[in-house]
């Protein structure tokens, strides 16, 4: 490894370090901490992976309860809603969708979702009569998540306060990307911003992310190594570049691969919140990530600030 290669690992390492930086809040102490004068304060959950196991049930009322108590006005899922729906049965689909609704039952504040990669159900392809069967069901493909998730469309507009959130999908174009057609419609959204008026972009897989990076340093051997195709939008060059034009573009939340970190790039906050499902409900994962949510703090200055909870 020559000394330029070691040194960006190095500094990779080090925003990741960073973006952990200060302690996880408990319930008690989300809940204690004082709303922005002004602003407005959302929940990021993200790779909820809710499924038919009672870690799932018990943790997502420890989190939604969470939520409530914090002072959010909204919640903003930036996808992986269900464990695993791409090759699944019917029967399976459908577990996870009755698990999916029985958890939010009575949840009373607003949920704005983006897709994820986990989250459009295909039926098995190896089973070709199962598949044939169920192919053209109202539950198939995207059309049919975008309806299990209460989503006008696949990506779309949510104004709260001096605030617009662009609900994105990482899923528009090529794996991963938005496509040329979302990235006119991002730079429109933005186009139209009115006087005092701040976005972020929401989004299921990140744009910058040195948790991408690590995650594939600590999950593939060395000689593996290459840029992370699974774990980070490949438009994430034209993306940058968008909301570099337009100061007011002030942060992106993302999720995808369950680690948290945090990056400031060209004025821009990059947030990613891990997961709420930590290591798929199966505690911690890689010893640092463990089940947890974004509390996100949005100013009336466009200053943006997160701080972790872990109510689990």
Known sequence: ??????????????????????????????????????????????????????????????????????????????????????????????????????????????????????????????????????LGLAQEGKAGALTLLGMPAPYYAVRIGKWRFLMCDSMGGRRYSFGEQQLAWIESQLS?????????????????????????????????????????????????QLLRRFPRARAVLTGHVHYVDQVDYLGVRHLNSGAVSGNWWKGVLDNDFPPAFGLVDFHLDGTVERQMVSPI
């Open 1 to 134: 490894m020559n000394p330029t290669r070691r040194d960006f690992l190095s500094s990779l390492s080090l925003l990741g370090a960073a973006g952990l930086a200060g302690p996880l809040l408990s319930a008690s102490e989300a809940a204690a901490k004082p709303a922005p004068k002004g602003g407005l304060r959302i929940a990021h959950l993200t790779d909820i992976h809710m499924c038919d196991r009672p870690a799932a049930f018990e943790g997502m009322a420890k989190v939604l309860a969470a939520v409530k108590a914090s002072g959010a006005v909204a919640v903003m899922n930036t996808g992986d809603s269900f464990m695993e729906l791409n090759g699944r049965t019917l029967a399976e689909a459908e577990s996870h969708w009755a698990a999916w609704r029985k958890a939010f039952a009575g949840f009373d504040i607003p949920v704005h979702s983006c897709l994820g990669n986990h989250d459009v159900w295909t039926p098995p392809k190896g089973d070709v009569a199962n598949h044939q069967g169920h």
């Open 192 to 240: 139209e911003l009115g006087d005092g008026e701040h976005a972020a972009l929401c989004c299921h897989v990140p744009i910058q992310s040195p948790g991408a990076w690590m995650y594939m340093v600590n999950h593939q051997p060395a000689e593996k190594w290459g840029f992370p195709y699974g774990d980070l939008q490949r438009d994430l060059k034209e993306i940058t």
